[in-house]
């Protein structure tokens, strides 16, 4: 996977805003915080933590919890998002559900990552490159 410190927008700023947000996050069973923040093509940014549940299938992780929490302010074309979780310094990727999830908006968008305490940048589809997709007439594709 090719990673890039090149980008259109302040990487270690989004990055520190995934982390505030991940200091909110609910882990009791867990312990492993996470945060996400998205950067939308109007400059906002929305954030939000994971969150876990005793019945752990109902638990959010915070890329999907940002997301949801977007599209209820009628944000739908995020241009970046963050991921920070797992401690300072730490990669932490976006688990699959959360890949598929995104690939919804913008399967293009950049993903910034923490590695050895500084910002690494990849594109989602690099990530995910394979993503379901509905074709709106009863069939699915694969994006390829």
């Keep these: 996977m090719k990673y890039s410190e090149e980008r259109g927008f302040d990487a270690k700023s989004l990055l520190n805003e995934a982390k505030r947000a991940g200091s909110y996050a609910y882990v009791p069973y867990s312990s492993f915080p996470v945060g996400a ?53 730490k990669f932490c990727p976006p688990c699959g559900a959360c890949r598929q999830f995104l690939s919804e908006f913008n399967s293009d968008m950049s993903v910034v990552l923490e590695e050895d ?11 995910l490159p394979l993503q379901f997709k509905f074709s709106g007439k009863g069939e699915t594709k694969n994006d390829k």
Aim: charged share 20%; proline share 3%; net charge negative.
């Design 37 to 89: 923040a998205i950067l939308f093509e109007d400059g906002s940014v929305v954030s939000g933590c994971n969150v876990e549940n005793g019945s752990l299938g109902l638990s959010i992780c915070a890329e999907r919890n940002a997301m949801t929490t977007a599209v209820g302010e009628g944000r739908l074309k995020p241009v970046a998002i963050a991921v920070a979780g797992g401690g300072e310094g």
């Design 117 to 127: 305490g500084r910002p690494v940048i990849c594109r989602l589809s690099d990530l």
